[in-house]
């Protein structure tokens, strides 16, 4: 099993910055792809984007490549995610959620996540 822990979300104006952070803990060598999700109030949840472990390579949701940077770090004994977003707008309103796969191919929306974190608030007032 994997646990995921969000933080980092808040109240945020429009125009500004939040970053992200997701811990990962449990038996986290079974990891091969991680990613951030989000649900807006009414919506389904998307991905916005998902990052294969290893060689690192990203793959985001067109609407989000620029804003949005996803980040991870895979030191010796912790293994966590970041997101860094940018030019926050109201629309981005909605609760992101970290998310981790045993599947390499999960972060291109190949195969579903299998592990969830609780997720993490985030508003944006105009």
């Known amino acids: 099993q994997v646990q995921l822990a969000e933080s980092g979300g808040g109240l945020v104006q429009a125009g500004g910055s939040r970053r992200l952070s997701c811990a990962a803990s449990?038996?986290?060598?079974?990891?091969?792809?991680m990613g951030w999700f989000r649900q807006a109030p009414g919506k389904g949840r998307e991905l916005v984007v998902g990052?294969?472990?290893?060689?690192?390579?990203?793959?985001?949701k067109p609407k989000y490549e620029g804003r949005f940077t996803i980040s991870r770090d895979e030191s010796k004994n912790a293994l966590s995610l970041y997101l860094q977003m940018n030019s926050l707008e109201p629309g981005d309103t909605a609760v992101y959620y970290c998310?981790?796969?045993?599947?390499?191919?999960?972060?291109?929306?190949?195969?579903?996540?299998?592990?969830w974190g609780q997720g993490t608030p985030v508003t944006v007032s105009t």
């Open positions: 998310a981790a796969s045993r599947g390499s191919n999960a972060c291109t929306g190949q195969r579903k996540f299998e592990y």
């Open positions: 449990g038996r986290t060598l079974s990891v091969y792809s």
């Open positions: 990052i294969r472990m290893g060689d690192g390579s990203t793959y985001y």
